[in-house]
T-cell receptor, first 112, second 118 residues
Framework: EDQVTQSPEALRLQEGESSSLNCSYT??????LFWYRQDPGKGPEFLFT???AGEEKEKERLKATLTKKESFLHITAPKPEDSATYLC?????????????FGGGTRLMVKP | DTEVTQTPKHLVMGMTNKKSLKCEQH?????MYWYKQKAKKPPELMFV???????INESVPSRFSPECPNSSLLNLHLHALQPEDSALYLC?????????????????FGEGSRLTVL
C-alpha cells in the first residue's frame, strides 16, 4: 500500500534555530512530490514541487530536497511567522493520477 | 488572498437539515476538488470534477452529493449528515487534468468551510 509518512509530528524551535522536516514515501511510481503550508483554519498553500531525485527548490528560508525514498524541508533561521503545519503529498503515475496522497503533516512552532 | 472562494465560511446544521457548500474559481482551471479535513489530520479527497467528468471516492457516503454547474463552480450538497461529518471542507482547483498528464499537482485551495453537525 502506498504511504506518505511525515516526521516529526510536531516540532518546537527557537527563533533562528535551523532544522529539517522529513517526508518518506513508498509509491510504485513517483510523478511528483509537493510541499504545502497550512495555517490553522485555512486551506493549504502550495510551496514546492519536486519531480526527480537530487532536485532542490528554495523559497526564502525554506529549501526542499528529494531522494528516491524521502524529501526534506529544511528551515534556516526560522521566524515565528513560519509557524504552521507543513504537509507533503505525492502524485503517482497510474490510473488514479488525479489524486494526491497527503502525509500527516508536521506542526511547526517557532518561539521568539 | 486565495483565488478559490468558498462559502459559507462557517455552517452549523442539524442532522435533518439540507444545506450546500459552494466553491468558485475564475482562474480558468478545468479540475476542481472537494477535500474533507478533520483536526490535526491531512486532507482526504472526496470528489474530483475534471473536464466535466466526475470521479467519485468510493468511501464517501451518499449523504454528500457534488454538483458542477459549470467549469467555475462546484457545489457540495449535504443531507442527513452525522456529527462525525463535522470537519473543514476544502475546495481546490488545478489548471489541467492531473490524470491526463496536463497538470503537476499544484492545487489552489480555498480557505475552507467549517461545518458543525449537531
Amino acid at each position: 500500500e502506498d504511504q506518505v509518512t511525515q516526521s516529526p509530528e510536531a516540532l518546537r524551535l527557537q527563533e533562528g534555530e535551523s532544522s529539517s522536516l522529513n517526508c518518506s514515501y513508498t509509491v510504485s511510481g513517483l510523478r511528483g512530490l509537493f510541499w504545502y503550508r497550512q495555517d490553522p483554519g485555512k486551506g493549504p498553500e502550495f510551496l514546492f514541487t519536486l519531480y526527480s531525485a537530487g532536485e532542490e527548490k528554495e523559497k526564502e528560508r525554506l529549501k526542499a530536497t528529494l531522494t528516491k525514498k524521502e524529501s526534506f524541508l529544511h528551515i534556516t533561521a526560522p521566524k515565528p511567522e513560519d509557524s504552521a503545519t507543513y504537509l507533503c503529498a505525492v502524485q503517482e503515475w497510474d490510473n488514479a493520477g488525479n489524486m494526491l496522497t497527503f502525509g500527516g503533516g508536521t506542526r511547526l512552532m517557532v518561539k521568539p | 488572498d486565495t483565488e478559490v472562494t468558498q462559502t459559507p465560511k462557517h455552517l452549523v446544521m442539524g442532522m435533518t437539515n439540507k444545506k450546500s457548500l459552494k466553491c468558485e474559481q475564475h482562474m480558468g482551471h478545468r479540475a476542481m476538488y472537494w477535500y474533507k479535513q478533520k483536526a490535526k489530520k491531512p486532507p482526504e479527497l472526496m470528489f474530483v470534477y475534471s473536464y466535466e467528468k466526475l470521479s467519485i471516492n468510493e468511501s464517501v457516503p451518499s449523504r454528500f452529493s457534488p454538483e458542477c454547474p459549470n467549469s467555475s463552480l462546484l457545489n457540495l450538497h449535504l443531507h442527513a449528515l452525522q456529527p462525525e461529518d463535522s470537519a473543514l471542507y476544502l475546495c481546490a482547483s488545478i489548471q489541467g487534468d492531473m490524470g491526463a498528464g496536463g497538470a503537476t499537482g499544484e492545487l489552489f485551495f480555498g480557505e475552507g468551510s467549517r461545518l458543525t453537525v449537531l
